[in-house]
């Protein structure tokens, strides 16, 4: 089993930057792929972000290319998610998630394991 825990949430004024960190544990991740999702409150759960095993591939939602940068410390079992230029239409719950294999990133039905998720607020 694995134990996903996030940190790095906050309260943030628009413009601002923050940098999500998700730990595995339990099990070794070096061959866990990794998503980030977010839900802001009334809404639907969304795909932000995956990365594989290896840090080599990438893949992002539309609406946050080029703001938003998804990385990997194998030796820490820890992943990254770099949010620049935030926006208030951030704000919401930021969730990261493992799954084994690398296809169909962007659906979280297809992840096994997530974390509890850490929050971001963004003021204006």
């Known amino acids: 089993q694995v134990q996903l825990v996030e940190s790095g949430g906050g309260l943030v004024q628009a413009g601002g930057s923050l940098r999500l960190s998700c730990t595995a544990s339990?099990?070794?991740?070096?061959?866990?792929?990794m998503g980030w999702f977010r839900q802001a409150l009334g809404k639907e759960r969304e795909f932000v972000a995956a990365?594989?095993?290896?840090?080599?591939?990438?893949d992002y939602a539309d609406s946050v290319k080029g703001r938003f940068i998804i990385s990997r410390d194998k030796a820490k079992n820890t992943a990254y998610l770099q949010i620049n230029n935030l926006k208030p239409e951030d704000t919401a719950v930021y969730y990261c998630?493992?799954?084994?294999?690398?296809?169909?990133?962007?659906?979280?039905?297809?992840?096994?394991?997530w974390g509890q998720g850490t929050q971001v607020t963004v003021s204006s």
């Open positions: 990365i594989t095993w290896s840090g080599r591939n990438t």
């Open positions: 998630a493992g799954k084994d294999r690398w296809d169909l990133v962007r659906r979280d039905e297809t992840y096994l394991y």
């Open positions: 339990g099990r070794t991740s070096d061959n866990l792929h």
